[in-house]
């Protein structure tokens, strides 16, 4: 499959993937972040929103939402879901808006799709410059310093008389700044089964090197990644909540 098979050719199937999230203990946990850290304003912008299962919940908390992701199938389905929102074709990593934003978001650690560190660099600058005053740039990511290449996680969902069995791991070579999502699909059709395997090139980063990067423009604070507590990084957890607010 091309690179970015996974959000074309099987935009599809990207909720099915998806179905074990908890979009709304996210979405509500980040609003509140937002209230605690940010402004009062409630003009949000969900970088690579995908098909816009956090916008549906941001604007049923009176959020005006724009949604911004590189592939046209996925914000389709977005518009579909969000009527209400407004959508760009854009690279997270280059974008500009004429409006500023009160909260910028990036879920499911999709800030790791930056190609690079001078690509995430950008995307850093451009979220900061799209902010407005005491604005918040809230994301999940993880460390590469404790990524487990043997650890997958998974699920299954039925969907049209077909069950779908997806597993995704992180790997890390243990230097350098790539790291790489790998996923494989499975569909299952009575006696048939299609397999498919992906595998998704991102920027690989300590929490550390992260708050170097955002030092220059936000005051950063991290959290545990946990949607249901506000708790401080405990310093050993390889994922965490990054709250940036705008200096």
Known sequence: MSPNALYTDL??????????????????????LHKLFGNDGKRHLDLACGTGPHLRRFIDFGYSCHGLDINQPMLDRALQRCPEAQFAQLDMCNFRFEQSFDL??????SIHYSNGLDALRSCIQSAHSA???NGVFCFNAVDKT???NTR???HSTTH?????????????EGSGDRQSLKLSIQKLTDDTSQLWHDEHAMVALSFADFSRLLAPYF???IFEHDYERILPWDGTSGN???VCVKT
């Open 131 to 133: 902010l407005s005053a």
């Open 240 to 242: 965490a909540l990054f």
């Open 152 to 154: 997958f996680v998974g």
């Open 219 to 221: 005051d950063v604070h």
């Open 11 to 32: 935009s599809g199937y990207y909720d099915l993937m998806c179905a074990d999230i908890d979009y709304q203990a996210q979405s509500t946990s980040v609003s509140r």
């Open 104 to 109: 910028i978001t990036c879920f499911l650690y």
């Open 146 to 148: 404790k990524i487990d």
């Open 160 to 172: 049209e008389d077909n069950t779908f069995v997806f597993r995704s791991g992180w790997h890390y």
